[in-house]
């Protein structure tokens, strides 16, 4: 894996190989993801067969200023620049009505594109060196653990990838919110580290239901996702002989204690995940965390990688 560390010449090094459309893993905030041109049809392809990823499952397009969003889409709407406004640069996506600019492999042939600017200087760097918006979805196998530093990546899918930029790890660790702005009112399609009620709050305005018609319209709505290679079991307690991830002190070495705030809780998940993972217990069990509204996107991941496969 060639991981470089964030010096000016190494992102001027993979902002040259994402023009020539080879792909680069970048940090976020959230996790690393597998970055594409995402105005080369040929290179967003790449990421979809790198990753094993369904075409039907759009992309996310990241930016790094609001200038770079105008060309990606035919109208920002009112809601649209107050959440920009108010969240980013961070962790919360948008969907807005896309512009012929953003090729339909991007948007799984949907009129609409999903579009954040992240929270992290050498993605936002990175962004402005290559001097186009980026596809990038989690630098992973479609479905499996994402990666929160970059020797999570897996080494498999490190041989598709030009270069690794290493920006250490992550300090949301969950995945962004999206939220459609094409409904009326706007819905979470995905929750993610940008809380449902910071949102409402934003807009002033109660989000809606997602319908039936707009399942798997956005990446992470698959019924299994983020999950490690061994299972996972969500318990309202942990066998104490047993590997897993508790609240209260730990029972033996293959345990790990959680905080007991969200945001914590949610900064540290996958890394937890993946050291588990990496010591093959035959399963790797969950204490239920017993919070309210500011756990859903936790939750929301822990009841998804604990689905059947």
């Given at each position: 894996m060639n991981i470089l560390e964030p010096t000016d010449e190494n992102i001027a090094l993979a902002a040259d190989a994402l023009?020539?459309?080879?792909?680069?893993?970048?940090?976020?905030?959230?996790?690393?993801?597998?970055?594409?041109?995402?105005?080369?049809?040929?290179?967003?392809?790449k990421v979809f067969d790198l990753k094993g990823r369904p075409p039907e499952n759009p992309l996310i397009v990241h930016v790094a200023t609001f200038e770079q969003v105008l060309p990606?889409?035919?109208?920002?709407p009112p809601m649209a620049r107050v959440l920009a406004d108010r969240f980013w640069p961070g962790p919360l996506t948008l969907v807005l009505p896309k512009s012929d600019l953003v090729p339909p492999e991007v948007t799984a042939g949907l009129d609409t594109v999903a579009i954040r600017m992240p929270k992290h200087p050498v993605a936002l760097s990175l962004i402005l060196a290559a001097g186009r918006p980026l596809a990038a979805p989690s630098a992973n196998p479609?479905?499996?653990?994402?990666?929160?530093?970059?020797?999570?990546?897996?080494?498999?899918l490190?041989?598709?990838?030009?270069?690794?930029l290493d920006g250490g790890p992550c300090f949301v660790g969950l995945e962004s919110t999206v939220v459609d702005l094409t409904m009326n009112p706007p819905a979470i399609l995905r929750p993610g580290g940008v809380s449902r009620g910071d949102i409402q709050a934003a807009l002033g305005v109660p989000l809606g239901q997602i319908p039936s018609a707009k399942m798997r319209t956005s990446p992470?709505?698959?019924p299994r996702h983020y999950a490690p290679r061994?299972?996972?079991?969500?318990?309202?307690?942990?066998?104490?002989?047993?590997?897993?991830?508790?609240?209260?002190?730990?029972?033996?070495?293959?345990?790990?204690?959680?905080?007991?705030?969200?945001?914590?809780?949610?900064?540290?998940?996958?890394?937890?995940?993946?050291?588990?993972?990496?010591?093959?217990?035959?399963?790797?069990?969950?204490?239920?965390?017993d919070g309210g509204p500011e756990w859903e996107a936790v939750v929301d991941r822990l009841v998804k990688a604990s689905t059947p496969g």
């Open positions: 023009r020539r459309g080879l792909l680069v893993a970048m940090p976020t905030e959230t996790v690393y993801g597998v970055a594409a041109d995402a105005t080369n049809r040929e290179a967003v392809r990606l889409v035919r109208e920002v479609f479905t499996q653990l994402s990666p929160t530093r970059a020797e999570h990546i897996d080494p498999e490190a041989k598709g990838i030009a270069h690794v992470g709505m698959y061994v299972p996972v079991r969500l318990v309202e307690c942990v066998p104490p002989e047993a590997a897993g991830l508790v609240l209260g002190p730990a029972a033996n070495a293959m345990q790990i204690r959680m905080p007991r705030d969200a945001v914590a809780y949610a900064c540290a998940l996958y890394d937890a995940l993946h050291r588990l993972d990496l010591q093959e217990p035959t399963t790797i069990y969950v204490e239920r965390p």
